[in-house]
Structure formats: structure tokens, C-alpha cells
T-cell receptor
Framework: DTAVSQTPKYLVTQMGNDKSIKCEQN?????MYWYKQDSKKFLKIMFS???????INETVPNRFSPKSPDKAHLNLHINSLELGDSAVYFC???????????????FGEGSRLTVL | GENVEQHPSTLSVQEGDSAVIKCTYS??????FPWYKQELGKRPQLIID?????GEKKDQRIAVTLNKTAKHFSLHITETQPEDSAVYFC????????????FGTGTRLLVSP
């Protein structure tokens, strides 16, 4: 069973289009994240949700809109795609605050977005 | 906010040699320092971490050291093997609950047989 799964794994689209990436975790974690990894491999946090509530929003353009329908799912919708949005987007989860939390982030396999 | 610098950006060693990757952080409030390994085309995975109340931690061939005063922490890999080849990321955060991990820029380690 995959702990953190993302779909699609690959996405190729034209500038100006709107696309979504979905993420689901079956670890029972409270907190989920979106990270962006660019072509230079820089990993940067975009958003974090804890129990469906947004807790981190890192100066990401408002073309990016995350949605968490429940604590096991965190989706990312991107409007009006631009060339610079090309990257690998990683979903991740962690247990959240609490004594059992080791701090480890569990990443999904990534979704490679290519904007032409 | 936190800023993490990582050096070197690439590191080539012969199998059996040791490898050391160094990071510095800016926010003295940071208290959690993990290291992630990312193999080509794969997801980042935690390999070791250290908290600010500890100066050193070891797990088989890998160890991490932390100098809080200097705001430095390092990853040490001994007896490197070709399967250690990957990109390694250091990171820092001030809270292990709601993680706002700030990652370093990554080090590409190549271990030649």
C-alpha cells in the first residue's frame, strides 16, 4: 500500500491552461504539504494544512489554490499555467503536533509538470 | 525567516572513502535538523535527524553533528558505497509539529566503484 500517493505522475500542458494534482495519504496523519522542486533541485514549501485548515502559505501566487476536503487529501489546482510553473510537485504528510510526532515528512512520488 | 546554506553542491568520492556535507542555518530558534536522501527520480526520504539538545547522532555508517553556537550541522557518511549516490538535503525548522522545514540547496554525491 502506498502511504502518500499523487496523481498524475506526469502532466504536460500548454501555457494558460488550468490543471490539478491530487494527493492522498493513508497514514492517518494530521498535516499535509505541497513542496515544489525546480530544475535545480531546490525544494521549497508552498502550503501546509493541518486537519483541513491552512497553516502555511509561502508567498505563492494566487494562481495556486490548495484544497483539503478532509485530512487525508490535499489537492493543488493551478490556474493560467506559466512556463516557470514547470517543476516536480511533491505532496507530503506528517503526524502533526503531538508527543508521537518524530518530525519526519513522508513524501509522495512527485508529479512532474511540464508547461509548454 | 530561516535560511539554510549547504556545501558542497557536488561531491565525488571513491568507494570506501568518507563524505562530509555541511550546512549552516540562520535562525537561532531552529531546533530540528533532518537530512533527506533523494535518489534519481525518486522521492526524498529521511535518513537521519538531530534535535538541538543533542550534539551528535549516529546510525551505522551515517552520523550527524550539530554546533548550535556556530549554527552549523554536518552529515558524515563513512565507507561509502555506490548505492549512497544520490542528492542529499539538509533542513532546519523550529517546530516538529507543524513542519515548516526549510531545505538546503542539496548536494549531489557520486560514489565511484
Amino acid at each position: 500500500d502506498t502511504a502518500v500517493s499523487q496523481t498524475p505522475k506526469y502532466l504536460v500542458t500548454q501555457m494558460g491552461n488550468d490543471k490539478s494534482i491530487k494527493c492522498e495519504q493513508n497514514l492517518g496523519h494530521d498535516t499535509m504539504y505541497w513542496y515544489k522542486q525546480d530544475s535545480k533541485k531546490f525544494l521549497k514549501i508552498m502550503f501546509s494544512y493541518n486537519n483541513k485548515e491552512l497553516i502555511i502559505n509561502e508567498t505563492v501566487p494566487n494562481r495556486f489554490s490548495p484544497k483539503s476536503p478532509d485530512k487525508a487529501h490535499l489537492n493543488l489546482h493551478i490556474n493560467s499555467l506559466e512556463l516557470g510553473d514547470s517543476a516536480v510537485y511533491f505532496c507530503a504528510s506528517s503526524p502533526g503536533a503531538g508527543g508521537m510526532n518524530t518530525g519526519e515528512l513522508f513524501f509522495g512520488e512527485g508529479s512532474r509538470l511540464t508547461v509548454l | 525567516g530561516e535560511n539554510v546554506e549547504q556545501h558542497p553542491s557536488t561531491l565525488s568520492v571513491q568507494e570506501g572513502d568518507s563524505a562530509v556535507i555541511k550546512c549552516t542555518y540562520s535562525d537561532s530558534a531552529s531546533n530540528y535538523f533532518p537530512w533527506y536522501k533523494q535518489e534519481l527520480g525518486k522521492r526524498p526520504q529521511l535518513i537521519i535527524d538531530i534535535r538541538s539538545n543533542v550534539g551528535e547522532k549516529k546510525d551505522q555508517r551515517i552520523a550527524v553533528t550539530l554546533n548550535k553556537t556556530a549554527k552549523h550541522f554536518s552529515l558524515h557518511i563513512t565507507e561509502t558505497q555506490p548505492e549512497d549516490s544520490a542528492v542529499y538535503f539538509c533542513a532546519a525548522s523550529w517546530d516538529t509539529g507543524f513542519q515548516k522545514l526549510v531545505f538546503g540547496t542539496g548536494t549531489r554525491l557520486l560514489v565511484s566503484p
